[in-house]
């Protein structure tokens, strides 16, 4: 019989001191009295990628190194792992990583240095959780081998690399045949070549996806600083509240509109592989989180409302309406050769909108201008250039427009730039400018959202304001 794994990540600040990990140890007991093998899947200490990324910028090396091998060496001391365990080595490959990157100052050699962070996190924490466990460290670059697209540019490859998921029975055979509990980075691969690649943004998420699947896991737990998805923001809707499960196209269409808890490679990988994942707190582990999971019917109706800042509009009206054949075309072709990727589009016999994600798409308001200049010859350019796209994201996503008659008297006064429903049903999206989308937000949350007197709901947990007084803080 095939063992059963289960795969715990475990993000920058639950990895930060003894208090979170002696949390982990317990966690990780829990798990094997239940018969399971456990891989814990670590990010950087909280900071430590950020520091590594001005190191690297800096090319001063001598004191910002000394400064992040004395965070770790905190580390170490407040674990009671003796430095001999890791400090010369992890002194010595950073040197090297350093002298690599005076050389070349490409993305292949930075890919390497900023990998050290999970190195070093998980290096400390092997010596430490020996103590107690049955643990030995794993490299994930050898479990994930990242695809090479010689269309990307050699920063896309090296330092936002994909990674394809599925089971993989040789490795789980091997890693089988180690300690009962493992532990290896996140947020890295391997380059063909055998370098080091890096999986981008929410890497370690996604990495750790990819892992399950490849152990065919029970389930993935993300443990983090915050108890799981809310149905707003809860910094901007205080009785915001936490979602108790979702399938995985609700779950991707809320990383992908806004929602930063976890980002959307993360949840594809786990569709993938159809591994549920969880979400908790390791702060608050007596809450239940917010499952993504593989049920056969999910109930219809909004789960949640996302705000996407940094959004831009261009109405773009035809010159010629008598004259339509390619004007699409022509528009398009001219985004793309900008690399620039639009979010929604939406027609009419005479004007075309398209939103832009501006931080997504790395735009400055001058590059944007030049966009609309670019595009003057096709149409007339009307350019909102500081937007916020509201998203109302679940399933059945249309039956909302019947909730939101009082809602939708807001724009009597506010301009309404755009909307636009998902081909999916799963989300409608409402472009306004900056500054109108707090009472957009607020008023639609009150009308979709039950507030937190009502008891019962399988979806709706405890609202943030709740959650907050019952903790002292936020």
């Not at 090479?148 to 990674?163: G, I």
């Not at 936490?242 to 786990?270: K, N, Q, T, W």
């Not at 607020?442 to 959650?467: M, Y």
Request: net charge negative.
């Amino acid at each position: 019989m095939a063992d059963k794994w289960i795969v715990l990540k475990f993000g920058g600040t639950s990895v930060a001191g003894r208090r979170q990990w002696d949390a982990i140890v317990s966690l990780v007991k829990e798990r094997r009295a239940s018969g399971l093998k456990v891989l814990l899947v670590c990010s950087a200490v909280a900071g430590v990628t950020n520091r590594l990324t001005r190191l690297a910028d800096s090319m001063e090396f001598e004191e910002p190194l000394a400064e992040l091998l004395e965070l770790h060496r905190a580390l170490g001391r407040e674990l009671e792992v003796d430095e001999q365990h890791w400090l010369a080595q992890a002194e010595s490959v950073l040197k090297q990583r350093l002298a690599d990157l005076r050389r070349d100052t490409g993305p292949r050699t930075r890919a390497a240095l900023l990998a050290m962070g999970e190195w070093l996190s998980t290096r400390i924490a092997l010596h430490f959780l020996r103590r107690e466990l049955d643990v030995c460290w794993v490299d994930a670059r050898d479990a994930l081998e990242v695809v090479c697209d010689e269309e990307l540019s050699p920063a896309r490859q090296w330092l936002s690399a994909s990674c394809p998921a599925g089971e993989d029975p040789a490795l789980q055979k091997r890693w089988s045949g180690l300690s009962p509990v493992l532990i290896t980075q996140g947020f890295i691969g391997r380059a063909a070549d055998g370098g080091t690649a890096l999986l981008g943004r929410g890497g370690s998420d996604t990495s750790a996806a990819l892992l399950a699947g490849r152990l065919n896991a029970q389930l993935l737990e993300i443990w983090t600083d915050v108890p799981g998805l809310f149905s707003a923001d809860p910094r901007l809707v205080p009785g915001a509240r936490l979602l108790s499960e979702l399938d995985y196209d609700e779950a991707l269409e809320m990383a992908a509109s806004g929602a930063r808890v976890i980002h959307p490679r993360c949840i594809r990988a786990a569709a993938a592989s159809r591994t549920p994942v969880v979400i908790r707190d390791l702060n608050r582990q007596q809450l239940i989180g917010t499952r993504i999971g593989v049920e056969d019917s999910w109930p219809e109706g909004v789960k949640t409302i996302t705000c996407q800042e940094n959004m831009a509009v261009m109405l773009l009206q035809n010159l010629d309406a008598r004259q339509q054949v390619g004007f699409l075309a022509g528009v398009f072709d001219i985004i793309r050769r900008r690399g620039i990727s639009v979010d929604l589009v939406a027609t009419s016999e005479t004007t075309t909108t398209v939103a832009i994600n501006c931080e997504a798409n790395h735009l400055d308001p001058a590059q944007l201008e030049a966009l609309a200049e670019d595009l003057a010859p096709l149409c007339r350019v009307r350019l909102y250039a500081d937007c916020v796209c509201v998203n109302l994201v679940g399933h059945g996503a249309r039956t909302a427009l019947s909730r939101l008659q009082q809602v939708l008297r807001f724009f009597d006064d506010h301009p309404l730039l755009m909307v636009s429903q998902s081909a999916n049903d799963l989300c409608l999206s409402l472009l306004v400018q900056a500054g109108d989308h707090l009472p957009l937000l607020h008023g639609a949350h009150a009308a979709l959202v039950p507030g937190d007197s009502v008891r019962g709901d399988d979806v709706f947990g405890i609202s943030w304001d709740q959650l907050s007084s019952q903790s002292g803080d936020i």
